[in-house]
């Protein structure tokens, strides 16, 4: 099975963002992973890459390389849009306090992993957290974010650093 599709299979963590760092022609630049597990994860960057590609990353004190092994110039408006919800969703959680986020965290991560839910994600952010989302507001959050500016990339990891930071970012994402 082609190694893209085979990627694409394994469930993936879509609730919450784990930033670090990739080193590009010397310096290091700042970016946010999204869709990752054990094996790997997706991130945005504004300059194109090449499949196959090879990249060094750091977390804190933990270094490892990744292999892009694909890639999309840039997302469509349905998965800008579900990305932006899912921001606006833990936003709005963690302004609420460490009862209601105990009470509130499985709803949302449940909410957030299912991508396409768009209409439950407003009904959720308009009854639980008293946030009405209109077309601006929505519109703004996408012109803000790397969503629509950025190409996204699958990297695949076979690392035990990259499946230590993993395991840890997901624990600590469920408390």
Known sequence: MHEEVQARQLRRNSHTFLTMKMQYKMEWEWIKTFDWNAEGFNFFFSLPLSVGE??????????????????????NNEEAIDMALNQMLFEQLYLRSDQEIDRMKGEVVILARDKGKQDLKLEYLGKEFSFNVGPGVLEQCIQNSQFMSSHRFGVKVDCLAWEEIAREAFQLSIL
């Open 54 to 75: 090879s990249l060094r990353f750091k977390k804190g004190t933990k270094k490892f390389y990744g292999r892009i092994i694909w890639y999309h110039s840039k997302p």
